[in-house]
């Protein structure tokens, strides 16, 4: 048995989400171990980020169930939950595709939106923070230090006052990790992060990545094309083909898996069918 | 540029051609002939023919596009270039703003002083009154900043608000004898209660659809007024509401009045000026309220919230409460403003809470720069002050209203002020403000 | 039976007038994603037109028949041009040089030109309202009243005739002329991508114009159907007949035209059912209700497509 079967952080079962006649997942299950950069590859039209919208609450799944098992032992069904509740409650945060910062606000300013429960609690729903209550106070402090903590592990400490639109690209990926770190998660979901990242900054960020995962209790679980980035992190990889997967083990494991190289590269249909007797399908 | 410069002269004469021609087609029937039932025809229509005007309204157009063309559209170097040089760009105003507040706020304070010792308590009367409405106006455009400058959420019918605040004041009044102080709370709440009952379900609604139902929802309680009349007097609204008194001590001349209490010489414009206070005191509450929030999480939500939804409910951020409480928050200081139009008129009816209400209130916050505090203050004095300046105009400054909203929008589309100022920094206070090209304008 | 037929024939022929506006409406917000609140204010404008040039020509209706139909064909013609050179002048000052910018800013343009428009037409033309006598008086009785006075008469009136059939042929014609033309397909292929269309060589600020211009035409055909059927107009018309005719595009779904007919007809019977059974005081509020309804309910509308959030 592998290790993230034994203590999954995240438990997909039976995931399918249809779109009118669309299949998109089709009846998945894995496993996401906790303290494991799990990677989730595929080609395009897997139904990679399908599975992230699913587990963050952008998607209500046609069927099946994921659980988040939080380290204090409490255990979360996400597909019942508002989308706004697993990141508050069940504590997993993620990143867009398609980076979604709030470009008009400086960065210290999006690291602060991140904390917004907490901050709330103390501002005693605001009513406190208008008279100026003193744990607010001390509230915001410890906020903007956690921000700054981020700011300078992610090396955006420079610009903290800077609007988040200004920033280069790899710099605005870096702050939607900071950003989504900010709020404490225990599992962070990535989508794409090293996309349209030079090699440098790949580098930068897998070092960013290994540091999260030792140093705070979170684990990763993300979506990437990059597989210099998968092969290099991930302790475990999940390959999703047309909403099926295909393979699920260790980086080496899947590396090697034919029907994970059929996939990716194609194959004759006669090597297909091959493969396909080979593994008893 | 200039190599055109030999054929400027043709050009430009050529496009106000054109420009005269299309005005002949615009005007000739709508200002040409004026259908009017005519006296002597048995109450049929008949034609007056204008075509003088005709002629001055496209030699207007011809004359004023020709002169655009050749000093400013196709000039190799506009006049506008040369006079934008003298007025300084929104950018370099920006430190400048920073002072502007204590200045108008010192100015706003004494300004009662000011106009009395210059036109004298009797002469002073109107100028005091127009302060009032702009400040009103200020105040409404504050409340209004918070739903569509911060929250990004565009709201048609923030009237509806200033009716439900004014219409809680007169018929608590009226009903049940309660005073001033006591309506003023109670219509606030009231205000913001509605504001929650409406905001409920249309908030998920985005863009231009929140616009348009905000905008019949504020229609639709206007008819209502108008139309319970057992309620509410229809169309001929409530009169003879209550005039506030100094905390219990009424503007009245004689014994116990404000006048005999302080030992002053009785005078109507005693009243004025308190009222100008109250009024004062409310905005600068709204505007501190308002700032206040921008730093607490809530407001940080609303920003956040305009530049990114989706993000914000990845963050945890209930999206929908957040939105209520800028929908509650912006009616809330809505009402309040319409009991204080209620105490101020003594007699409201339907006809003060028309669109055109809203229309001018979203137009002051927008004109003014969406989200800045100082742009409405501009705004507001800009657009009210002149409007009432205008009044000898009568019927031509609504007109002159409509094309200035449609100028000073193409000119500025982000408005007067347009940076937004961080609501935290690392660095303290040197930090810069946000240029309007990043701040979004939210979707919902 | 006889009071709901009569008050059947008297929603369809408001409802027409209603879908022919709701075209404007949900052409231009199919092209540029706004809604052209001035585009009441043009529906008004052609009525005003219409009615000068009727009464300048002397139209009445003792003129033979003949000799009136075509009178009004001509009266229709030139104000739907001129109404037309209203709309794309809108479009040129107040939208076309904010495109591109920021979304608020041509809908403030927009309330703008609606005001500047309302109280330019109250100043040219006097704040009284305007009434005409009836030009095509008369029309089929479908069912008499009993001999004593008691029954209902129902009357489906000659110009009430007219008013369907227009409406129907020139909302056959537009169909028509979107679905088969290149004019139709360069508007559709703005609609879905303007920057792939204009690197395509089409002329995006071109068609975004015709399009108004068309639109404008339209209103302006309603304006003369609204004149002849109530008899009579003022400056005002425009504001509610406008946010109607947008609840019926939003009601059909926005950026489809049979959509913007179906909800017309719709919002038309709606109103005259709601005033014919419950309150007149209170038909706007139905209208407005409905227009809450739909978007809260249904905001992709009858015929419209649902918009996909895209994370």
Redesign the interface.
């Known amino acids: 048995m592998n290790s993230w079967d034994n203590n999954p952080v995240l438990t997909i079962e039976h995931l399918t989400m249809r779109f009118g006649g669309l299949v998109a997942i089709d009846d998945l299950s894995f496993n996401v171990g906790r303290g494991d950069i799990t990677a989730l590859i595929g080609p395009n039209g897997a139904g990679k980020t399908t599975v992230f919208n699913c587990a963050t609450g952008f998607y209500k799944p046609t069927e099946g169930r994921i659980i988040m098992n939080r380290s204090n032992g409490e255990h979360y069904l996400l597909e019942r939950m508002a989308d706004f509740q697993i990141s508050a409650k069940a504590k997993v945060a993620r990143t867009f595709q398609n980076i979604r910062l709030f470009g008009g606000m400086t960065l210290l300013e999006n690291l602060m939106v991140a904390q917004h429960n907490p901050l709330m609690l103390a501002s005693g729903y605001t009513i406190g923070g208008i008279f100026g209550l003193k744990s607010f106070k001390k509230a915001e402090r410890d906020a903007v230090e956690r921000a700054r903590y981020w700011l300078d592990k992610t090396a955006l400490i420079d610009r903290a006052d800077a609007p988040a639109a200004d920033l280069p690209y790899g710099d605005q990926r870096r702050l939607e990790i900071a950003r989504a770190m900010c709020s404490g998660p225990e599992l962070l979901c990535l989508d794409e992060p090293a996309a349209g990242l030079n090699p440098k900054e790949s580098a930068e960020l897998n070092a960013l990545l290994q540091y999260i995962r030792k140093e705070h209790d979170t684990s990763i679980l993300l979506i990437e094309h990059d597989m210099s980035v998968v092969m290099e992190i991930s302790d475990h990889v999940v390959v999703l083909d047309y909403g099926e997967k295909i393979s699920d083990g260790s980086a080496v494991e899947v590396k090697d898996d034919p029907k994970v190289i059929a996939a990716y590269l194609g194959v004759p249909d006669e090597e297909v069918d091959g493969v396909e007797e080979e593994v008893g399908i | 540029m200039s190599a055109k410069s030999g054929n400027l002269f043709i050009d430009s004469l050529k496009d106000a051609a054109i420009g005269g021609l299309?005005a002949l087609?615009?005007f000739s029937?709508?200002?040409g002939?004026?259908?009017?039932?005519a006296s002597g025809l048995g109450?049929?229509?008949?034609?007056e023919y204008r075509w003088g005007a005709v002629a001055i309204a496209v030699a207007v157009v011809f004359a004023g596009r020709l002169l655009l063309n050749l000093f400013v559209w196709k000039a190799g170097t506009p006049v506008t270039q040369t006079a934008g040089r003298l007025i300084p760009s929104t950018q370099t105003l920006a430190p400048l703003a920073k002072y502007a507040m204590p200045v108008f706020l010192v100015l706003a304070v004494i300004l009662p002083f000011l106009l009395m010792s210059a036109y004298g308590s009797r002469g002073s009367r109107q100028y005091l009154d127009l302060a009032i409405l702009v400040t009103t106006y200020v105040m409404l455009g504050w409340g209004l900043n918070i739903v569509?400058g911060l929250a990004g959420l565009?709201d048609l019918g923030y009237v509806a608000f200033y009716a439900v605040g004014a219409y809680s004041y007169a018929l608590l009044a009226e009903y049940f004898g309660f005073s001033f102080w006591i309506c003023l709370p109670l219509a606030g709440i009231l205000a913001a209660f509605w504001g929650i009952i409406l905001g409920f379900?249309?908030l998920r609604?985005r863009?231009?659809?929140l616009?348009?139902?905000t905008?019949?929802?504020g229609?639709?309680i206007r008819?209502?007024l108008?139309?319970w009349y057992d309620f509410t007097g229809g169309p001929d609204g409530i009169s003879g509401i209550p005039r506030p008194s100094f905390f219990g001590i009424e503007f009245n001349r004689g014994e116990g009045g404000f006048a005999d209490t302080f030992g002053l010489e009785y005078s109507s414009i005693h009243r004025i000026i308190f009222l100008y206070y109250v009024i004062l005191a409310m905005a600068l509450i709204t505007n501190f309220?308002t700032m206040?929030?921008r730093k607490?999480?809530?407001g940080?939500?609303w920003?956040?919230l305009?530049?990114?939804e989706?993000?914000?409910?990845?963050?945890?951020?209930?999206?929908t409460n957040t939105k209520l409480?800028a929908f509650a928050l912006g009616a809330m200081f809505g009402g309040f403003a319409g009991s204080f139009f209620a105490t101020r008129q003594g007699f409201i009816s339907p006809e003060s809470f028309t669109?055109?209400e809203s229309?001018v209130i979203?137009?002051i916050v927008?004109?003014g720069g969406?989200g800045s505090q100082i742009g409405v203050v501009i705004a507001a004095v800009v657009m009210i002050g002149g409007f009432e300046f205008f009044r000898g105009l009568e019927?031509?400054r609504?007109?002159v209203?409509?094309?200035?909203?449609?100028i000073i929008?193409?000119w500025k589309?982000?408005g007067l002020i347009s940076t937004?100022t961080?609501?935290?920094?690392?660095?303290g206070k040197k930090?810069?403000g946000?240029?309007?090209d990043?701040?979004?304008?939210g979707h919902g | 039976m006889e009071y709901f037929l009569q008050q059947l024939i008297n929603g369809v022929t408001l409802g027409s007038i209603y879908g022919l506006i709701a075209i404007g409406y949900t052409m231009v917000y199919g092209i540029i994603g706004m809604i052209n609140f001035a585009h009441g204010d043009i529906f008004m404008v052609g009525a005003f037109i219409a009615l000068i040039f009727i009464v300048t020509f002397g139209i009445t209706a003792s003129l033979p028949i003949a000799l009136l139909i075509l009178a009004l064909i001509a009266v229709l013609i030139v104000s739907m041009a001129l109404t037309a050179v209203w709309g794309w002048t809108v479009e040129r000052i107040a939208y076309r040089p904010l495109r591109g910018s920021f979304r608020l800013a041509p809908l403030i343009t927009a309330i703008g030109a609606s005001i500047a428009l309302q109280n330019f037409v109250q100043i040219s033309q006097g704040a009284r309202n305007k009434p005409l006598q009836p030009l095509i008086p008369g029309g089929f009785t479908l069912t008499e009243g009993g001999p004593n006075g008691e029954g209902f008469i129902v009357q489906l009136s000659y110009s009430q005739i007219l008013i369907i059939v227009v409406t129907t042929a020139l909302m056959i014609g537009f169909t028509l002329l979107i679905s088969k033309t290149s004019l139709g397909r360069a508007q559709r292929a703005c609609e879905q991508d303007r920057k792939m269309a204009s690197l395509l060589g089409i002329n995006v600020d071109r068609t975004i114009s015709l399009t108004f211009v068309m639109g404008a035409a339209l209103a302006s055909v309603a304006g003369l159907m609204f004149l002849l059927y109530y008899g009579v107009i003022d400056f005002y018309i425009g504001f509610l007949a406008g946010v109607k005719a947008f609840t019926a595009a939003v009601l059909g779904g926005i950026g489809s035209l049979p959509g913007a007919m179906l909800g017309g007809l719709l919002i038309g019977l709606i109103e005259t059912f709601w005033s014919g059974y419950f309150s007149v005081e209170y038909k706007d509020v139905a209208a407005f209700s409905i227009l809450a309804i739909v978007l809260i309910f249904m905001p992709e509308g009858l015929l419209g497509k649902p918009e996909v959030e895209k994370v």
């Open positions: 299309i087609a615009l029937v709508l200002i002939m004026k259908a009017e039932v109450g049929q229509l008949g034609i569509v565009l379900p249309v609604l863009g231009d659809y616009a348009i139902v905008l019949a929802f229609e639709i008819i209502v108008l139309n309220v206040r929030l607490l999480p809530v940080r939500a920003e956040a305009r530049e990114d989706i993000a914000c409910r990845s963050l945890g951020i209930n999206t409480t669109f055109i229309a979203l137009a927008v004109l969406l019927e031509y609504m007109l209203f409509g094309l200035l909203m449609v929008m193409v589309p982000r937004r961080p609501s935290i920094t690392l660095s930090a810069k946000i240029s309007a990043l701040v979004q304008e």
